[in-house]
């Protein structure tokens, strides 16, 4: 990424002097239950409405009537108003490196929620390394800017990099050739990566009402932005939306995923997911941090008033595109592209044979999520993720680009303001094959062959 590009960033974010002041809506604040879509299978819709049906206002421990109190982290007492940057280590050893990794913690002057950004569970995705590490900077941090503790409710929690070792060697895993991302809540005495995980879980997680987990895609493809949640659990549904991007997927997690594991402790998790491994994209970075501060808006922790995008895909499934030759892959249409039923998608071509090619079709309309990056296919190597849309189609048009590209809400300033119910939620129906939006990618993790995901 070039300074020039790091610049961008930060100016379409950073609030400016223009804009501290707060525009009234001529709407009133809506508090009604939220919608789901008519179209998604009855028998998630049913899940997903019981979950709905729980509560979702402020607890009694976040009322003004309370006070605020010092908040305790890391056996260290915070002070209403204070930033701290706090050193935590991964690993309680005498000897030998405990991979110390920084938390930067901001405590309100009001009462609120604990909300907890993470970034680099995976040590090779970079997106969300770079957001976090903006938003703890001089630009976003401190008084007058858009995270002040002087006028901030409850508690933010930043851990910019996770995965430090894996971050220092440009891979996915920990040393050890495990995915942190599969041991959760870990176990004290069990393997460095499950140590480490039962470390985070005890000391970070444990306490937190709300984790913004991000991510990048694995080697090989790309993903757009997009929201990975369970819809099912009141609190990240609600988070899910508020993070105010166009595609949101309903899945639960594979077994030992922080979101998986934080819900059933009935913690609110969302995953995010933007770009690709081993790579700074600008566009990502920027869409985080602008969902990152619109879920802190709608929280109330922060003042302002939270963005909605002209309408949502709700996916509870997905349509893959296979290469049926093998090859080197050429992609014509890139992630985030809206394609036609028929449309040709990629080519691959062979080397060895220069006078043959063949041509990839789309199955089906709708948009592509995420393609591959790698150029090497064979015959039944997946090369995009397609959300088939059949209703909304219009709605969905009228957001692309000149390239026929999704335009991201955040990634061309903030929307203008709308009310929930103003938002149109387009279903994708459907399943997810082999359990996850990412399981027929493959994995190269031999110490853990569960379905693939963030």
Known sequence: MTDTEEENIVDSIAPKESTNKIVPRLKKRRFGPLKVANQIPKSRRLEIEKGLEKSSQLKNKWTRKVGVKTHSFLRKRIKPGEIRNLTFNLLDVKIGDSWPINVTVLHGVRPGPVVTLLGGIHGDELVGPLALTYLSGPNFLGEGN??????????????????????????????????????????????????????????????????????????????????????AHSPSNLTARSFGIETILDTQGPRG?????????????ITYEGGGSDEADPESVQVAMYGILNVLRSLRMIPG???????????????????????????????GSYVEEGEIVATV???????????????KQGLLISTA?????????????????????????????????????GSDGDPPWREDDEVEDISVSGEWSGGSPDAEWGS???????????
């Open 305 to 335: 008033y939270p963005s909605r995008p002209r309408f949502r895909l709700l996916a509870t499934g997905s349509d893959w595109i296979r290469s049926d030759q093998g090859g080197l892959l050429d992609v014509l249409a890139p992630a």
């Open 146 to 231: 858009a995270l002040d503790p002087s006028i901030l409710s409850g508690t933010i929690r930043i851990v910019s990099i996770v995965n430090l070792p894996g971050y220092r060697r440009q891979s996915r895993y920990f040393p050890d050739g495990r995915d942190l991302n599969r041991f959760f809540p870990g176990v004290l005495d069990s393997n460095t990566t499950s140590r480490v995980a039962h470390r985070i879980w005890s000391n970070i997680i444990t306490g937190s009402d709300y984790i913004i987990d991000l991510h990048a895609a694995a080697k090989g493809r790309t993903n757009i932005p997009q929201i990975r949640v369970n819809l």
């Open 373 to 409: 990056t790698s150029p090497f296919v064979t015959s039944g190597t997946p090369i995009g993720n397609l959300l088939s849309v059949k209703r909304g189609v219009n709605t969905l048009i009228e957001r692309l680009d000149d390239e026929g590209c999704l335009i991201i809400s």
């Open 257 to 269: 995923s922080l979101r998986r594991t934080a819900n059933k402790e009935n913690i609110a998790c």
């Open 444 to 454: 190269d993790d031999k110490t853990n062959q569960e379905e693939e995901d963030c």
């Open 349 to 363: 071509t062979d080397p060895q044979n220069p006078s043959q090619s063949h041509e990839i079709i789309s199955p």
